[in-house]
């Protein structure tokens, strides 16, 4: 069955560069929900999105934007990236309605700021 | 508020040994849910199982159990016969307040020997 996909699903950046990560959901999904993991770290969440418009926002910076597009696909976008930005990026999709909590999650992407 | 402790950093066991992971939540609601991840070193975060606070009913899935009790606020899983393949952090997560986003609690490390 297909899952979430990520991607990269490995990336190096300079610090105060920029970074896109790109999440595509389950199809027939709705939702989507983007985690950051510091190492050693438990995920944190960031924001979601819902039918395209932002639902919930969790412990995301400023620096940080991210939008869901007409085919459900969402993008983290970060910019003026810090050391501290290294992390591991999860996506997860699920269906409304569907059992509450139920997230699907992609592999991660892995961001790391040198 | 919702949040989830779970106070075992790391636990290493030989194989073939049983091991238990605690988890101890803090939710003021009546209704939430409760779930198990597995993140093994590959860093993908594999759903195990999901409970609602109204089924205390314990369950067993193969060498997998866990043990939900709501008087202690405790939602503990057991490998039985631990395998080296069971290596991975392990996270209990936590859904409550009609939020349909899980809050992690900070994950055990689980280190089977062969």
């Known amino acids: 069955a297909a899952g979430v996909i990520q991607s990269p699903r490995h990336l190096i950046k300079e610090k105060r560069e920029t970074a896109t990560l790109k999440c595509y959901p389950i199809?027939?999904?709705?939702?989507v929900y983007w985690y950051q993991q510091g190492p050693g770290q438990d995920p944190q969440f960031l924001i979601s999105?819902?039918?395209?418009?932002?639902?919930d926002k969790g412990s995301i910076p400023d620096r940080f934007s991210a939008q869901q597009f007409s085919d459900y696909h969402s993008e983290l976008n970060m910019s003026s990236l810090e050391l501290g930005d290294s992390a591991l990026y999860f996506c997860?999709?699920?269906?409304?309605?569907?059992?509450?909590?139920?997230?699907?999650f992609g592999e991660g992407s892995r961001l790391t700021v040198l | 508020a919702q949040k989830v402790t779970q106070a075992q950093t790391e636990i290493s066991v030989v194989e073939k040994e049983d091991v238990t992971l605690d988890c101890v939540y803090e939710?003021?609601?009546?209704?939430?849910?409760l779930f198990w991840y597995k993140q093994p070193p590959s860093g993908e975060l594999v759903f195990l199982i999901r409970?609602?606070?109204?089924?205390?009913q314990n369950e067993i899935s193969g060498r997998y159990s866990w043990n939900f009790q709501k008087s202690t606020s405790s939602f503990n899983f057991t490998i039985t016969a631990s395998q080296v393949v069971d290596s991975a952090v392990y996270f209990c997560?936590?859904?409550?307040?009609?939020?349909?986003?899980?809050?992690f609690g900070r994950g055990t490390s689980l280190i089977v020997h062969p």
């Open positions: 997560a936590l859904i409550s307040g009609g939020s349909y986003i899980p809050t």
């Open positions: 997860a999709s699920s269906l409304s309605g569907g059992a509450a909590g139920e997230l699907f």
């Open positions: 199809p027939r999904h709705d939702t």
């Open positions: 939710t003021r609601d009546t209704t939430y849910y």
């Open positions: 409970r609602n606070s109204f089924d205390e």
């Open positions: 999105f819902y039918e395209k418009m932002q639902s």
